[in-house]
């Protein structure tokens, strides 16, 4: 990666194709207390390329409600042109699936799922170890909204470093419980 980096200094096409390489090939993970600050220092040409991003929050229903709908917004304004893939991540055990996908879902009021016109996916992660089969409705419901493919997974503990370092990153590890595609629903 260093090599890859020291690249950029080379001259300014090299830098350009090396840095939109970086931001449209790799996950990165956001967090409330870093989000906009990020997005900001990376610019509107970098943030426009970003293809997979996760959502980490935690906390209180309320402050992560919040912090949800932060991030979304800040999505919709920089980077919703060539999003392709959002992970949401609850890291205090703190929320249910429900209200990750209502909370998801009420961001349409402000700020137009269509507007993510290339995402093909939403994961919704939470610590719990139940697998909420009750809230398939819910999932279907954002899935159709989207029109991006839903997984839901559970059990969802750490963050893990694949065995061999590529375009994925760091990720959850989970059980996926549930997996609406698109494709599917409409054909139903």
Not at 25 to 53: C, E, M, P
Not at 70 to 79: C, E, F, H
Not at 134 to 156: H, M, Q, V, W
Request: glycine share 6%; hydrophobic share 40%.
């Amino acid at each position: 990666m260093g090599v890859v980096l020291a690249m950029t200094c080379a001259n300014k096409q090299l830098s350009n194709e090396v840095t939109h390489f970086i931001y449209s090939n790799n996950t990165f993970r956001l967090t409330l207390a870093y989000h906009r600050d990020w997005i900001t220092q990376i610019g509107h040409k970098n943030s426009g390329t970003l293809q997979d991003v996760i959502l980490v929050g935690g906390g209180r229903p309320k402050v992560a409600a919040e912090q949800l709908s932060a991030m979304i917004t800040t999505l919709w304004k920089r980077a919703r042109g060539n999003l392709r893939q959002i992970t949401v991540h609850d890291t205090w055990g703190s929320l249910h699936s429900a209200f990750i996908v209502r909370h998801l879902l009420e961001a349409e009021k402000e700020k137009p799922w269509r507007s993510f016109w290339k995402l093909e996916t939403i994961k919704i992660d939470i610590p719990h170890e139940i697998a909420p089969i009750a809230d398939k409705p819910l999932y279907e419901k954002l899935c159709s909204l989207t029109k991006a493919n839903i997984t839901g997974r559970f059990n969802t503990k750490q963050w893990t470093a694949p065995l061999e370092w590529g375009p994925q990153g760091w990720h959850t590890t989970g059980n996926v419980w549930l997996e609406v595609s698109f494709e599917e629903l409409q054909k139903n």
